[in-house]
């Protein structure tokens, strides 16, 4: 009876033609789904490393007639682009780290249940996510504490989220409340249940914020036009690759009428700098992506889910 069974389950399941038919347009619907999410990447990174005559006659393409770094050495040759590659670096690492200890020390108490007062808490929290101050208080308020033009400006605004908030205190109510009483009745203090069995058993919720923390931040260009506009020394990446598009476009212009820089011209578009500026800023998300990744599902789906 036994090797009956088995021979009966290694047996496969023999298919109909309606189930090879079903499965064979969700294979072709799915590859297309893929195709459309990856072509504009493939694009991008094509019409970087193309010549703006290849551009205007195949603005459509995912492979290159000829390889043309000329975009990225104009980025690069850019005395500015370093620096401010550097700051975004030190923006994007300081303010992921400040508003996970900020968004884990609010979420943490409102997680648990003998909080006192802790749905006014909550109102006062949600209540951030309708109605703010706006913009000329915010720059007010940056006057006032003297950080105008420094990188403070860019992280502290941009720190606290109540969405992240949210989304760690319903992966905090999802730890068994059994082990916080286990660990008082053994005598463990609050910051010793904090680090050391809240944040272990949270790395899902806090690889999801870090990565919308980083995001975020790195790609921020209000805050530096804003608060920074004054100080080059500060600015992030962003603005300082949209000054050199802007510079490109004049230099392209100037080069068009003078027949000596023709090559230069025929070689180096607006959108050649563009996309290579695209390229530039988003290479650095993507390599992290993938060290976070395995996380950001379970995160999301933990932290969205109503305790």
Known sequence: MVSQGTAKKSQKIRETTGDRVFNTIIYIFITLIAFSMLYPIINVIAVSLADNRDYLSRPWMVFP????????????????????????????????????????????PLSRKELRWKPLFMAIIIFTMVFNAGTIPGYLNMQELGL???????????????????LMINSFRQIPYELIEAAQIDGASEPYIFFRIILPL????????????????????????????????????????KQIMSEASTAILEAAQDPAAAALASKLGSKTIQYAAVVVTTVPIMCVYPFLQKYFAKGAMVGGVKG
Do not use: E, H
């Not at 390889?67 to 104009?74: D, L, P, V």
């Open 65 to 108: 007639k000829v390889f043309n770094f000329t975009g990225y050495q104009y980025i690069f040759k850019n005395s500015m682009f370093w620096r401010s590659y550097l700051n975004s670096i030190f923006v994007t690492a300081a303010g992921t780290l400040i508003g996970l200890a900020l968004t884990a020390l609010t979420a943490y």
């Open 148 to 166: 105008l033009n420094t990188y403070w400006a860019q992280i502290f605004p941009y720190a606290f989220s109540a969405f992240n908030c949210i």
């Open 202 to 241: 949270s790395k899902p919720v806090l690889a999801t914020i870090a990565l919308f923390l980083a995001v975020g931040y790195w790609n921020n260009y209000f805050a530096a036009q804003l608060y920074c506009a004054l100080d080059r020394d500060v600015w992030p990446v962003a603005m300082v690759l």
